[in-house]
Structure formats: structure tokens, C-alpha cells
């Protein structure tokens, strides 16, 4: 069985800045853990910290999966994956009045001998959604997913804080709605 080959899926290459551009596309969800992992935060050998995702709340995984595996489920929310430079688009060839948004191919390569941590995407936001994905009785769920290439992982903690510090909506505006 091969476990060395590329996963090519039709995305968007959206310029936002000229240093700076997303990705996004649609994959399915039980093919994240091939080509992406989580970062976790833990102290190196110098006691500095390392990564930044905190420890899965399986109360919350277990709950996505339950809906995940009921009759209806729709997930319209985009994880968020960090990719290394390994990942590579190929724009389409296709003229538009639009030169902020090309269709193309996102490139990624799959090894699935390898260490997570060897692996060219890390999960910035959508931990849990990821766990449940994976650990849900269903053979298949795509999902939206919103990428960029970090330079290194002092982008994708600081990407991480910024996606993480929004203020949550408090519990009687839930309850209401």
C-alpha cells in the first residue's frame, strides 16, 4: 500500500496583501489527520513553550460527533490549517475580472509513515470539530477549510490568538435565540 502521494483539491487562492494569501477549499473531514496535526502547548527542554492548542475536551467531541452522526448535521463553519511550504497551488488557467481571487489546485503532500509532527499542516482553530470528525461513525463529511502558509510557528500561534480572542456571546443571548 502506498502511503506516499499527493491530495490535490480544487481551491481558491485569495490575495489579501501582496505578501499574503488563503487558501480555501473543501476536504473531507475523515482526511484531515493525514496531512494535518495539532500543535500542543507543552515546555522543551529549556522550559520554554512549545505550540499552542490545549487538550482535547472530549465532553465537547463527543457531542459534535453525536451530531455528526445524527440524521441532518451541516458544519458551515471553516476549520483553520497552517500549512509549511510543502504545499503548493496551481493556479487554473481562466481569465476573470477578479485578480484577488484564482481557482486553482491546493497541492498537499500525504505521507502516512511519518511523525505528526513532521506533517505539512497544523491545525490552527477547529480541534475539536477535527477530533469528532475523525472519531464519528460516519464514512465521510466534507468540510470547509480556510488555509495559509505560515513561515513559522511563532505565525501560526500568533493566527491561533487572533482567532481564539473573540469574546464568546453570553449564555442568555444563546438560551434566547
Do not use: C
Amino acid at each position: 500500500m502506498t502511503t506516499r502521494y499527493e491530495l490535490r483539491v480544487p481551491a481558491i487562492e485569495i490575495h489579501q496583501r501582496p505578501d499574503r494569501r488563503l487558501y480555501t477549499f473543501a476536504v473531507d473531514g475523515k482526511e484531515i489527520s493525514k496531512f494535518a496535526t495539532i500543535s500542543r502547548i507543552h515546555r522543551d527542554k529549556d522550559r520554554e513553550v512549545q505550540g499552542y492548542q490545549r487538550p482535547e475536551v472530549l465532553s465537547h467531541i463527543a457531542a459534535i460527533r453525536r451530531y455528526l452522526e445524527s440524521d441532518d448535521p451541516l458544519v458551515p463553519n471553516a476549520l483553520v490549517i497552517a500549512f509549511n511550504d510543502e504545499v503548493k497551488f496551481e493556479a487554473a488557467e481562466v481569465t476573470s475580472d477578479v485578480d484577488y481571487a484564482i481557482p486553482g489546485t491546493l497541492v498537499i503532500p500525504v505521507d502516512e509513515s511519518i511523525a505528526d509532527e513532521e506533517k505539512p499542516g497544523w491545525i490552527v482553530d477547529g480541534q475539536q470539530r477535527t477530533a469528532a470528525l475523525r472519531d464519528a461513525r460516519i464514512d465521510r463529511f466534507p468540510v470547509s477549510v480556510v488555509a495559509f502558509i505560515a513561515a513559522s510557528d511563532s505565525e501560526q500561534r500568533a493566527q491561533f490568538i487572533l482567532v481564539n480572542a473573540t469574546r464568546p456571546l453570553p449564555k442568555s443571548l444563546i438560551y434566547e435565540l
